[in-house]
Structures are given as structure tokens and as C-alpha cells.
């Protein structure tokens, strides 16, 4: 099947002067072990940190550098570059090898990397200024979801039951769903005088910050 890397570019809205190069972003090492994405992915890691860093450098100007940390990494992530992959679509336009020759799921990592890639690709084919329109148009609202205090939940909500109550918020796992390579935990907080506040993530630690940060907004600490 011919893949439209044309409405890839209408999606992002970049017409690339050399077409080779957006395939290449997009090609798997699986499907060509010698003309593959790999060192193009490499840059677009450090483009989109370049671009991430001056952002957040912008917004924040008098933020401590260990909460710039933690808002950058939140930023640059696999997670959020495969939330950019799948809104994109990049699915539809990835080469890799199906040895069954039937058209298959593209794994997670497959799709951030590629994600990354095509950064890469952006940049190299129009220079720095189109692919920090690129990043800051299609990450703008992980930017402003970018807030520390859902990251930080655990440790708020401990300090505030610590300082009110004299006990720590108690957590219990209410279930694990799921395959073993992709689970999904739903995770309960309870401080003395609130109800059961649950929250899910790929990880305990995920869950256990969402239900934190949930219970935080009802008390209003957030």
C-alpha cells in the first residue's frame, strides 16, 4: 500500500523540499537496517530539548532549576511524544518489517521515536525557527499542562496530612489491570477526614500522584 506523505505534511503544515528526508524519519531500522531514522532521531531529541528548555527559560524566568527539571522532562518524554505521534497519526505513515505481510500495531516506542525523527527531519530540511513553530504549535498544550503541583501531589498531600492530621495519607492498590507489558493501576488516597480518592496510571507511582493530586484539588491545595 502507497503511503500519502503528503497529508502528513498537510497535517503539520510543512511542505518539505527534500521528500527523502521525511521518508527517512519515518523508516524503521527493521525495515532497512542501513538507511533508517536512528541518527535523525538522535538530533530531534536534542532539538526538541533545545527548543523545550529556551521555552520553558520564557515562561518561567525566576523558577528554580529543579522545578524547570521536572517541567522539561514532563515535556520531552516518551509519553508525550507518543501523545504527539498518535495525534499525528504517524501510525499510517511508519515503515517497519512485517514478516507476515499483514499490516500489524506499531509499538509504543516504535511511534515516540519516530515522533522524534521527524523533528529532526524538520529541522534539517528547514532550519530552526519552522521546527520550534512545529514543537511549540502541536506541544502547546502539554505546555500549559505542564504544571509541577500534579508532579509534586505525593509529596504536597504527605506534608499537609503531616502538618494537619500528624499521619501520612494512606494508599491502597484497588486493582491492576491489564497485560504484564502494559498494565494500568487504580490506586485509592484517604486522609483522616476525606473520602476515597482513586486515580490511574501506567505505573503505582502514576496512579498514586493522580489520586494525590485529586485529593489536593478537593481540599483545594491546588
Not at 37 to 50: A, P, Q, S, T, W
Not at 174 to 201: A, C, E, M, Q, Y
Request: aromatic share 8%; charged share 30%; with cysteine.
Amino acid at each position: 500500500m502507497k503511503i500519502d506523505y503528503q497529508n502528513l505534511e498537510k497535517r503539520i503544515k510543512i511542505n518539505f523540499r527534500n521528500k527523502d528526508l521525511l521518508i527517512k524519519s519515518l523508516t524503521h531500522k527493521s525495515f532497512n537496517k542501513d538507511n533508517n531514522n536512528e541518527k535523525i532521531e538522535f538530533l530531534g531529541d536534542r532539538v526538541l530539548g533545545l527548543v523545550m528548555a529556551k521555552k520553558l527559560l520564557e515562561i518561567y524566568p525566576n523558577e528554580k532549576e529543579g522545578i524547570l527539571d521536572k517541567k522539561f522532562a514532563s515535556l520531552v518524554n516518551k509519553k508525550t511524544c507518543l501523545q504527539i505521534a498518535n495525534k499525528l497519526d504517524l501510525q499510517r505513515y511508519i515503515l517497519t518489517l512485517d514478516l507476515r505481510n499483514k499490516k500489524k500495531m506499531i509499538e509504543d516506542k516504535v511511534l515516540a521515536d519516530s515522533c522524534e525523527a521527524l523533528i529532526g527531519s524538520i529541522y534539517l530540511d528547514k532550519g530552526f525557527s519552522i521546527v520550534e513553530k512545529f514543537i511549540l504549535d502541536f506541544w502547546s498544550t502539554h505546555i500549559k499542562d505542564s504544571i509541577i503541583t500534579q508532579i509534586d501531589a505525593k509529596t504536597k498531600l504527605q506534608e499537609y496530612s503531616l502538618k494537619k492530621f500528624k499521619k501520612l495519607p494512606i494508599y491502597k492498590i484497588i486493582s491492576n489491570t491489564g497485560p504484564r507489558h502494559k498494565p494500568l493501576f487504580k490506586i485509592g488516597v484517604k486522609l483522616v477526614d476525606t473520602k476515597l480518592f482513586t486515580g490511574n496510571g501506567k505505573s503505582k507511582k502514576d496512579a498514586e500522584q493522580h489520586a494525590a493530586f485529586l485529593c489536593l484539588q478537593s481540599i483545594k491545595k491546588i
